[in-house]
Structure formats: C-alpha cells, structure tokens
C-alpha cells in the first residue's frame, strides 16, 4: 500500500521548482507533511474526510491548512476529500441536515427550494432571490450543526479505521516475517 502511494506522489525536487508553489515553499516541503506512516496517514484521512463537507471549492484548501497545522500527510488528505462529489454532496448534506434537526429537537423535516416560476429579469427574479434566501436562512443552523457533527463522526471513525488497518497489516506482515524465518 506504502509502495503504491509513493509511486503516484510528486517528489520534493518537482514541487520545489514549482513557480506557483516556490512562495510556500518552506511550508509545504516540510518532511513531515511528505512522509507516509500510519500516524500521518490516518492523520490525513481524518483531514480530509473532515474537511471534505467543507462547501463548494475550499474542500482543498482547508484540507492543506490543516495538514500544515497538523503535520499530515498532505497528498492523502487532498485525495481524501474527493469522497465528496456531485454524486455523494447532496445525500451527504441531507444527512447532514437531519442531523442537525434531530440535535436540535426538530423533526428533520426537510423542505425542498422555492421552484422558479418567474422570468430571469426585473421583479420575479428579485422576489425568487428572496425566497431563496429565506429558504437556506431556515436551512442554515440545523445544516451547519449537522455537518460539524457529521465531518467530526466521519472523521474519527476514519482515523481509527485506518489505525485498525494498518496495524492489522503491519501484524501480518510480522507473522508472515516470522514463519519464513528457519
């Protein structure tokens, strides 16, 4: 599995003499956020499986935040963020938003966007504007509760799904070691 993620990674001497990276270079050269064991691998997977309900574009970016601050395995992480996508985001933030009702003693009654019924100019576009608004206001705490809660249950169960695994692994390997041993 080592083998197999070391051969897709860029090297350092590749991300060094990249000019849109070469300004943070001391930052994302660090050795750790690079090096791959199963501290920083499941350290990375929780990130990304974190920061992977972040909405729309800064899934990435909030992921190489956190592998900077927390010194993880940065590929993995910005990998691992991919698990959200246009087939998996709204079964996600639905969950999500039961979620939050359900925490917050609703119902989890969840109501679906105001249908356009106007034209794309002048008072119909405006008043579709703010029923939409009004929509994802009534939508907000319950949403942003539940997808808090629901990347920290991910995220956790990730980290200790990959601990289990990889020390499963590394057991095996050992027996194997062992019995080929004379």
Same mark, same amino acid.
């Given at each position: ?22 300004? !943070? ?19 990375? %997977?929780? =990130? /990304?499986?974190?920061?992977?309900? &972040? ?8 992921? @190489? *935040?956190?592998? =900077?601050? !927390?010194? =993880? ?5 910005? !990998?691992?963020? *991919? ?5 998996? &985001? %709204? ?7 039961? &979620?939050?009702?359900? &925490? ?16 794309? #100019? /002048? ?15 009534? *939508?907000? +705490? ?8 629901? @990347? #920290? =249950? *991910? #995220? @956790?169960?990730?980290?200790?799904? %990959? +601990? ?6 590394? %057991?095996?390997?050992?027996? +194997?070691?062992?019995? #080929? +041993?004379?």
């Amino acid at each position: 599995m080592r083998r197999l993620l070391k051969r897709h990674l860029p090297d350092h001497q590749a991300l060094a003499t990249n000019r849109w990276l070469a300004p !943070f270079g001391d930052t994302l050269l660090h050795p750790r956020l690079w090096h791959l064991n199963r501290h920083s691998a499941a350290g990375a %997977v929780a =990130v /990304g499986m974190f920061c992977g309900l &972040i909405p729309g574009p800064f899934q990435m970016l909030g992921a @190489a *935040l956190c592998c =900077v601050l !927390f010194r =993880v395995n940065l590929p993995l992480a910005l !990998f691992t963020t *991919l698990y959200t996508n246009p087939f998996t &985001i %709204v079964p996600l933030y639905l969950a999500a938003f039961t &979620i939050g009702e359900w &925490i917050l003693g609703g119902g989890g009654h969840f109501t679906a966007p105001p249908e356009w019924a106007g034209s794309w #100019s /002048g008072a119909g576009l405006l008043e579709w504007l703010e029923t939409l608004a009004q929509w994802m206001l009534g *939508l907000g +705490r319950p949403l942003a509760l539940g997808l808090i809660t629901l @990347a #920290s =249950v *991910l #995220s @956790a169960t990730a980290y200790l799904l %990959v +601990r289990v695994v990889w020390r499963q692994y590394l %057991v095996r390997a050992w027996q +194997r070691r062992k019995k #080929s +041993r004379p």
